[in-house]
């Protein structure tokens, strides 16, 4: 695949890929898109107000109607929301200090460091392996898979003598293909469980979701992706590649320094001793962690305050990381690293301000409890069963990811109808999160519009200039089809066997 054919016209495959992309780009900034949905909320409010629907809500059993957005009190309403709408807004607060304590340690170069520790001490065989479960674990630092794995995955399959986008491929499958498994927290299981919590309200006002709600779940998914992506890169994509015959000369990686290397020691024994006070404080009866009064894990100070040891397990560690490494040298980089990550989040910002808006008109309107109401009786009538719904879920989302890239955003728009839909049916939130996370993960490695495809692109030009979307997509589709089918038997063996999501996560709620 080095020497890259002219092709004689594009086949039907790559037709319709083109097609997507085209249309894929009418769609507005995700920004827009919310704010035409909010006005979309306002106008169906006043629809099902003037047409008198009601239905009975599934928890109080009295009759609810549409609040039409579209009156003076509605006009009141928006205008005196906007500002709690956002400050309150789940998921802002929590991924905002869980990215101030992971900045450090992406800035001091700590997540580097590790990322080429394991690299350069894995065996050969095992490499393809490690590479893919590199980058599923990637995500607790946001995007450093992106821009640290896939260049240094190529390089290494480089210098060995293999082809170097096999190895783009796999540090790309585990990135974005297992995006949603990890066996650490991230911050997208803090925003994507506060759309959740957010929907679930709409049936159950007190209902909380926390971030380890798929914990479980995404937790074992990590080894099934690891698998997939290490068989499909070495019994399909890298066989079809043959030996490198481009201009780029392997370049030797370099080793950690001997800094680096203190640098960890220093930064693992930091983790280690908050670690064991964490352990102190939640294995004892009556430990610091240990809510006397709901006494175990799930009620425990340490997964109701994840926030906070995200931010101090990323924080601390960096720190000492960082001083021993060379790399933090006063406390003013500990405060820039923190300004950097704050300005990379500036455009969530923007997009959630939108998104807040979007989701309590959604509740305000009734909108939400109307369609699920309706929705669900007729999936009920329907009469289909887990297994159906979670696959059609899993299509849905999968399908919507080709159009808009965005975990969050999607979820923003998906979880509001599908969340009460699924609970009234009587499948919990995590459940249907699941789904969710499982179809928004799969398809990432093939849709041009994902917000890091050009970055990838640009990636792979660097050893085959002629590569474009279609070498790309070629290059990914088997990773996608093969994790779609592979996770969403998980999912189904997993239901089916009736075990819990996540830490007091259970698949169906209680009649």
Excluded at 303 to 326: D, E, K, N, Q, T
Aim: hydrophobic fraction near 55%; glycine fraction near 10%; proline fraction near 6%.
């Amino acid at each position: 695949m080095s020497d890259v054919a002219p092709a004689a016209g594009p086949s039907f495959f790559q037709r319709w890929l083109n097609r997507v992309e085209w249309a894929g780009n009418l769609l507005p900034h995700p920004a827009t898109l919310f704010i035409l949905l909010c006005g979309v909320m306002v106008i169906t409010s006043w629809l099902l107000s003037v047409a008198g629907i009601t239905v009975e809500h599934p928890v109080t059993h009295k009759a609810v109607g549409a609040v039409n957005l579209l009156s003076v009190d509605g006009l009141h309403r928006i205008i005196l929301g906007l500002l709690p709408n956002f400050v309150n807004f789940a998921p802002l607060g929590p991924v905002l200090v869980c990215l101030l304590g992971l900045a450090l340690a992406e800035h001091a170069g700590l997540l580097g460091a590790c990322l080429r520790l394991i690299v350069h001490t894995t065996p050969r065989w095992l490499l393809t392996w490690v590479v893919v479960w590199c980058g599923a674990m990637s995500h607790t630092a946001g995007d450093i898979g992106y821009v640290l794995l896939l260049p240094l995955s190529m390089a290494l399959f480089h210098s060995i003598g293999r082809h170097p986008l096999a190895g783009l491929a796999a540090a790309f499958s585990g990135v974005s293909g297992g995006f949603a498994a990890n066996l650490l927290i991230s911050t997208s299981d803090v925003v994507l469980a506060g759309f959740t919590q957010e929907a679930a309200r709409i049936i159950d006002p007190k209902y909380t979701v926390s971030a380890m709600a798929n914990y479980y779940f995404l937790g074992t998914s990590v080894f099934l992706i690891t698998v997939i992506g290490a068989l499909v890169t070495e019994r399909l994509v890298e066989p079809r590649f043959g030996p490198y015959r481009g201009g780029m000369e392997p370049q030797a990686l370099q080793p950690l320094a001997p800094a680096e290397r203190r640098g960890l020691r220093w930064a693992l024994a930091v983790f280690l001793v908050l670690a064991g006070l964490v352990l102190a404080g939640l294995l004892p009866a009556g430990g610091v962690l240990q809510d006397t009064a709901k006494p175990g894990f799930i009620n425990s100070y340490f997964v109701r305050g994840l926030v906070f040891f995200i931010f101090v397990f990323g924080l601390l560690p960096a720190l000492a990381y960082g001083i021993v490494a060379g790399t933090v040298l006063s406390e003013n980089d500990v405060y820039k690293g923190m300004q950097k990550t704050m300005e990379l989040a500036a455009p969530y910002l923007v997009v959630v301000f939108f998104i807040a808006q979007f989701v309590n008109l959604f509740a305000w309107s009734n909108v939400g409890v109307i369609l699920a109401v309706q929705g669900a009786a007729l999936l009920k009538s329907l009469q289909l069963g887990p297994v159906p719904l979670l696959i059609g879920l899993v299509l849905l989302t999968a399908s919507t990811d080709l159009f808009l890239g965005s975990a969050s955003a999607k979820w923003a728009i998906l979880a509001p109808v599908f969340v009460p839909m699924f609970m009234l049916l009587g499948y919990s939130p995590e459940l249907t999160q699941a789904a969710y996370r499982v179809g928004d993960s799969v398809m990432n490695v093939v849709t041009p519009l994902a917000s890091n495809f050009p970055l990838v692109l640009m990636f792979a030009q660097r050893y085959e200039p002629k590569a474009g979307v279609g070498t790309m997509v070629a290059l990914m589709l088997p990773y996608s089809l093969c994790f779609m089918v592979g996770w969403t038997l998980l999912l189904i063996l997993w239901t089916c066997a009736g075990w819990p999501l996540g830490p007091g996560a259970q698949l169906f709620l209680k009649s």
